[in-house]
């Protein structure tokens, strides 16, 4: 209500009230406060009075105005006359009320207030309207179809997208306005009729496939789907159009190659299969029954197993672990299969795993050659040599083969590549002449050991003979006759430069994530900062006194380096506080091992950080917080950073008091040494300060 009479207001109120609208008010009599209660409030209605103090009804209609609101605007006034009512109509009042009627005002707040709801959901259907027209445009312009909208009596184009444009070479200036023929992108009249009359018919089509053309005369294959709509009363094919001539074309090169695969496959010597991961045969080319006598229905679906010889069953199901494991056999597996006439033949197989649509259910392909003529004519000393040879050949680790005295007899191709060192150059000698000297001097004295030990041995060894350092595993196992003496030594050289390569980068990452932790404490808290690098430096003094090392040190160097971090979910005016801390604020530091703890648990350390960590402020004696455990419960690593932290705490500067001092600290730890801290860790600090004559920096 826009009144400067608050007696008239409250007249105009309980009418409103009496003709049983129930409703809530706001009056306001100034200009200022008319703008204040638009800008901070929504409203259903403005009544507004002519006369006022400071300004009139035309004024604040002007006002009301400028904010474009649709909701309606009432003069009410006992003054106002007919031309200054018209006036105000003409401008955008909704109504005038005469305050000597009042009668008037109820019925024509209904009145106005049905409109205003009709003219919402108007504006509600409109925005909704546009919003859809909007979102339909978006997809017509950004589609990945071709789109166009052409009259079905003629078939000119009256709307294309992008994608159409695109695809067929043209502007869409200079397809809007002509028809496919005269664009040429039917081939023919013929082709587009094929389209047109299942249009005409069904009133839609859906994928159909026609070969289309460009601007540049190339051939499109595509793929169509189309419609009737209306628009303005005309009907007119609204059609989406997908190039698909990659398609198309790979599938015709796929049947050209089936084709070839077909012949060769029918026509080949060689047997050629597909099997299951369990063996069970899918397919089986022609050869197979002119070289066993077998018809194809006999094997498939059935395991090509139960037609290998019973010696060499477990060749055939080793063959089809490896490839199951590795993906393919590249060396030939040697078994026998029977015929139909009961006899046995010699195939070598190869195969791996074939590319399928189902990569949840693995083939494997492979081609079978019959040896039979070729084995059955090699010795038994023969066989069993080649047969050695194919598994050294066929293992991708360097293997090797010395006598007693460490002279090479026999190295596979893996060894030949590792070291760079011909097969003929290294046999027969100890290799003094051919491999590089640290080698060389490694394989005489691990030679020596095995010689004397009789054991086998493992080691790893880093070489920086091959342009930059390479890491490699060394097995050594010795060979021994009935006495078990030693009479030769069988190696196996494994390069895991990439391991090791792999291993370093991940720590180094991990150092990162760690030094980036430490950093984000010292920014949240400035005045500590350093302070986590120092403990850590302390920490760690510490631990190598009392005799830790290796993993458990470096546990405890990684959770001295962020055991702080905490700290973030702080306050900073409470971790920069100068003066004392209330027992809320105190309440609030006391959580953050327990913070640092849930933090770092997501993080994948191979130490128990976040334990550690969670457990600093513990005591020996019970008091510490967060869990209050004592004793041997308390991690040792916990206890050491403990002491740490005290220490360093106490030697620095903090905004609440000035370094107390290395004596202080010191006498702090040995006061409470047994009670607070582990004896042990304060024993070894004190030893560390008496050894230094000062605490490590």
Known sequence: MVEDSEDDALLIQRQIKKDGIEASFERVSSQDAFRDAIDTRLWDIVLCDYAMDGFNGLEALSIFQRYDLVIPFILISGTIGEEIAVEAMRR???????????????????REMKELQVRREREKERQELAEIEALFATAFRTSTDGISIARASDGVFI????????LFGYTRQEMIGKNSLELGIWQTEDDRLAF????????????????MGSSKGEVIFAQISAEYIDIEGEKCILSFTRDITDKVVKERALKERESRLRNITENANQIIFSVKDKGQVSFISPAWERITGYKAGDILGRSFLEFVHPEDLKKGKEALEKVTKEGIVTVPVIIRMKKYNGDWCWFSIVG??????DPENLEYGGIAEDITGRKLSEDKLQETYRRLSTILES?????????????????NRAYEELTGVSRESILGTKGESVLPREVFETNVETDREIRESGESLHLEKVYDNFGDPHYFHINKVPLKD???????IIGVTNDITEIRRAEQKIRSALEGAILTISRIVEIRDPYTAGHQQRASRLAVAMGREMGLEGERLEALRVSSLVYEIGKIAIPSEILNKPGSLNSMEQDLIRIHPSTAGEILGNINFPWPVSEIVAQHHERMDGSGYPLGIKGDDILIEARILAVADVLEAMCSHRPYRPSLGIEAALHELENNSGILYDSDVVEAALNLYRGMGSLPK
């Open 92 to 110: 955008g009042a909704s109504d005038y009320i005469m305050k000597d009627h009042l009668l008037r005002l109820v019925p024509a707040i209904k």
């Open 159 to 166: 709307q294309v997208n992008d994608e159409f444009s695109r």
């Open 196 to 211: 047109v009359e299942p249009v005409r018919e069904r009133g839609v089509v859906r994928n159909c496939e026609a070969r």
């Open 352 to 357: 791996g795993v074939l590319e399928t649509a």
């Open 395 to 411: 293992v991708p680790d360097a293997i090797y083969l010395k006598d007693r005295e460490g002279i090479f007899l026999e190295v």
């Open 482 to 488: 009935k006495n078990n003496e030693v009479t030769g």
